[in-house]
Nanobody, 124 residues
Framework: QVQLVESGGGLVQAGGSLRLSCTASGRSFDSYAMGWFRQAPGKEREFVGRINWSGDSTYYTDSVKGRFTISRDNAKNKLFLQMNQLKPEDTAVYYC?????????????????WGQGTRVTVSS
């Protein structure tokens, strides 16, 4: 069981970068696959990317490939989302989530623990 808290959101100009962090508490962080989701104003929550328990396998939605990078540091109980070349359409509340692995990585139902989210606003 883990508890998740996101941080690092803020206001950034288009083309800029932000790094989001997700800090986990609990005894089994390194056994979870981790995902990032986002929800833009007035829209449904959507999958951004995921990383496996060991950190050597990542998947991303097409709209962020080449710009976003997911990483994790199990020793520090942290998950990261490095966001580069940000676009206004990246504006959203970003959530980290933990799952037990397997399943369809892009589905919310795959994940059993969720953070409260951190807001990212990209201005043009």
């Amino acid at each position: 069981q883990v508890q998740l808290v996101e941080s690092g959101g803020g206001l950034v100009q288009a083309g800029g970068s932000l790094r989001l962090s997700c800090t986990a508490s609990g005894r089994s962080f390194d056994s979870y696959a981790m995902g990032w989701f986002r929800q833009a104003p007035g829209k449904e929550r959507e999958f951004v990317g995921r990383i496996n328990w060991s950190g050597d396998s990542t998947y991303y939605t097409d709209s962020v490939k080449g710009r976003f990078t997911i990483s994790r540091d199990n020793a520090k109980n942290k998950l990261f989302l490095q966001m580069n070349q940000l676009k206004p359409e990246d504006t959203a509340v970003y959530y980290c989530a933990a799952g037990y692995g397997a399943g369809i990585y892009s589905l919310e139902s795959t994940y059993v623990h969720w953070g409260q989210g951190t807001r990212v606003t990209v201005s043009s």
